[in-house]
Nanobody, 119 residues
């Protein structure tokens, strides 16, 4: 069983910063890509950022230059540094890992953490 535990969400004023963390636990051989997604009220879940096992990154256009994704392989943790936050960044943020386990390859989701940006 693989679990992802997120932390770091909260309420922040526009222009402020937050750092999200997501740590994996369980029977994991290795982790492939790690990503952050978000879902705003009434909208579909969307990709925010992804980082591969090799360190390559992909960002949604809406967050480029403001958000930074990073990973700590030794800790099986991914981070999302969010700067210059805007009210439109308000959403539930979910982490997503592709992991190799004794049962094979799994795609695992975190429980979500709420980020609220006030204007």
């Amino acid at each position: 069983q693989v679990q992802l535990v997120e932390s770091g969400g909260g309420l922040v004023q526009a222009g402020g910063s937050l750092r999200l963390s997501c740590a994996a636990s369980g029977s994991i051989f290795s982790i492939n890509a790690m990503g952050w997604y978000r879902q705003a009220p009434g909208k579909k879940r969307e990709l925010v950022a992804v980082i591969t096992s090799g360190g390559s990154t992909i960002y949604a256009d809406s967050v480029k230059g403001r958000f930074t994704i990073s990973r700590d392989g030794a800790k099986s943790t991914v981070y999302l540094q969010m700067n210059s936050l805007k009210p439109e960044d308000t959403a539930v943020y979910y982490c997503n890992f592709g992991v190799y386990t004794p049962r094979g390859y799994l795609e695992v989701w975190g429980q979500g953490t709420l980020v609220t940006v006030s204007s």
